[in-house]
């Protein structure tokens, strides 16, 4: 049987510090448990067409870094979530234990060393 402990204070501590990240520049919707990017430049009342281009640019880097930590996020509540009802550390493919040596490397892994190529195809 596989120690959860350590795992938990790890995903818990990761998760704390994806939350204050993403709290900046993104809202959480407590429904649906997305982050939706928070509108950039909205602070300036008169944008000429250079400030304009830059909260462009701005906006789309910003939705970018939500959508990564958005995943993160997502991928270490589901963690917390299986340590919960008991199916931590199984593969999502197979049903097999995952490696504890991947957990370690990464506590939030959604499957075995074997069918890591498939983890991204996994349904979020
Ligand atoms: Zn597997």
Redesign the pocket.
């Known amino acids: 049987m596989l120690d959860t402990t350590t795992f938990k204070h790890d995903l818990e501590t990761k998760l704390t510090s994806i939350r204050s990240a993403l709290s900046g520049i993104a809202t959480h919707n407590p429904e649906t448990d997305d982050w939706e990017a928070l509108p950039v430049g909205a602070e300036s009342p008169e944008p000429d067409e250079n400030d304009e281009a830059d909260v462009v640019e701005e906006w789309n880097e910003r939705r970018a870094t939500v959508s990564v930590l958005e995943t993160d996020y997502r991928n270490l509540t589901r963690a917390l979530a299986k340590i919960a009802d008991g199916s931590y550390g199984l593969?999502e493919?197979?049903g097999?234990p995952i490696e504890e040596a991947r957990l370690h490397a990464n506590p939030a892994a959604r499957?075995?060393i074997?069918?890591r190529e498939d983890e991204g195809n996994l349904s979020l």
Do not use: G, R
């Open positions: 593969c493919v197979s097999e499957t075995c074997a069918h």
